[in-house]
């Protein structure tokens, strides 16, 4: 039997929007922080006031871009979500101020949100249900890719050649995104009427509920996740491996493209049971070796096993959210998940911060290895205890049915 088509047009038209998408947040995450204390004089805490009000903007936005789908259409949210991305990339010239920057930034935020949003929509849309598992892997690993490059290209760019070039490079990447998502081409679904629309909306539907356990035990894993993110580099400093902090996430990355192509076949093939469990303890076994990491070699094995556990469990958790939705709440519920799971990592950012102030980064990780374990347990709870009730109510319901 052949398996229905997975590489598409479409499908890598949209995974190279979401790399382009996330490309241009990463090269902006590391380095705006540093332009507002370097250029803009601020203080610190203003600075860092520059991811804060552009997640929190994302997060705001994601399920009024959730709920717009479902009566505008996908296409029409991700282009013009797109527009508003692009158009703020050009805004980043002009300010001189602090403040400035974080319109320019809550701008951004918006229409980071609404497009994320829309390509996580469209991209499940697209893959076959038979493949949905091995087709969002490979789709994440796009974000994946832009997380190892974009600090890179960030980096290089205001070391090398100023603020300006790092600009427009933001801008050629954001219209870069622009162009492979207007490639997508997607069929026309019937709209319900201007009426209905009117009388359904609500700050109820903003959120889908199916998604929301799911959506919680990724957010509370985010936190751990959000400490890798922030302090990761600092910690490799501390332990006397400054020289090789960069190739943290490039091995991440590395052992997430080997390991994809078993990974997503497993989850379609098996569920979600059988490789969310393994890949949790994975992840907090791949804490505890970071933890203890002294050598190149302990430091960059706990990269891969985490990229093999973490790197996986997110993509899982977000088909899961998607599978559990009908398919016109397929929008509601990529936003509901992405906003839960951000929530988590701005609020980890936060309270990581706060908790490193208090010890030492080795301690941090050992700590948060023993942490990623009751995950374990909240993934039980929270999905598998509440599939199985559902599984066996569903089998006396047909054997009622049978019987009468």
Same mark, same amino acid.
């Given at each position: ?10 499908? &890598? ?12 947040? #990463?090269?902006?995450?590391?380095? @705006? ?58 805004? #980043? ?50 974000? *994946? ?47 319900? *009427? ?10 109820? *539907? ?28 600092? #910690?490799? *400093? ?19 493209? @080997? ?20 890949? @949790? ?58 906003? &839960? ?23 941090? #990780? ?6 990623? @374990? ?31």
């Amino acid at each position: 039997m052949n398996k229905p088509k997975l590489w598409t047009k479409d499908f &890598i038209s949209v995974s190279l929007s979401n790399f382009f998408l996330f490309l241009t947040f #990463y090269i902006l995450l590391v380095t @705006l922080p540093s332009y507002a204390l370097d250029e803009l004089h601020s203080s610190a805490s203003q600075a860092g006031l520059m991811t804060t009000v552009f997640l929190l903007s994302a997060i705001v936005s994601r399920p009024l871009a959730g709920q717009w789908m479902e009566r505008a259409g996908n296409k029409k949210v991700l282009l013009t979500a797109l527009i508003i991305f692009a158009a703020a990339s050009l805004f #980043y010239f002009f300010p001189k101020t602090i403040t400035g920057f974080l319109v320019v930034r809550l701008l951004h935020g918006i229409g980071f949100g609404m497009a994320t949003t829309a390509v996580g929509t469209i991209v499940a849309d697209l893959i076959p249900a038979a493949r949905r598992g091995e087709g969002m892997g490979y789709f994440v690993m796009s974000t *994946n890719m832009a997380m190892v490059m974009g600090p890179f290209v960030g980096l290089l760019a205001i070391q090398q050649w100023g603020a300006k070039i790092l600009f427009i490079l933001s801008v050629i990447v954001a219209i870069a995104s622009l162009i492979t998502g207007l490639s997508v081409k997607l069929t026309k679904t019937e709209q319900p *009427n201007q009426i209905e629309v009117l009388s359904s909306f609500s700050f109820r *539907n903003l959120f889908e509920a199916s998604a929301v356990p799911i959506a919680v035990v990724g957010s509370f894993l985010a936190i751990v996740y959000s400490a890798l993110l922030s302090f990761v580099s600092i #910690y490799a *400093n501390e332990i006397h491996l400054a020289s090789v902090s960069s190739l943290f996430f490039v091995v991440y990355a590395i052992v997430l493209l @080997l390991s994809r192509p078993f990974t997503g076949k497993w989850l379609d093939q098996f569920g979600p049971n059988v490789i969310s469990y393994p890949c @949790l303890v994975l992840f907090a076994f791949g804490m505890f070796i970071l933890s203890q990491s002294g050598s190149v070699v302990t430091f960059l094995l706990s990269a891969g096993l985490i990229g093999l556990g973490w790197g996986t469990l997110f993509p899982t958790f977000q088909t899961i959210a998607i599978q559990d939705a009908a398919p016109r709440k397929r929008g509601l519920a990529t936003a509901t998940f992405l906003s &839960i799971y951000d929530i988590g990592i701005a609020l980890g950012s936060f309270l990581v911060g706060l908790i490193a102030a208090k010890m030492d980064y080795s301690s941090l #990780y050992f700590y948060c290895s023993f942490y990623v @374990l009751i995950g374990v347990v909240l993934f039980y709870f929270l999905h598998t205890k509440k599939k199985n009730a559902s599984a066996k109510l569903e089998t006396q319901q047909s054997s009622r049915v049978q019987e009468i």
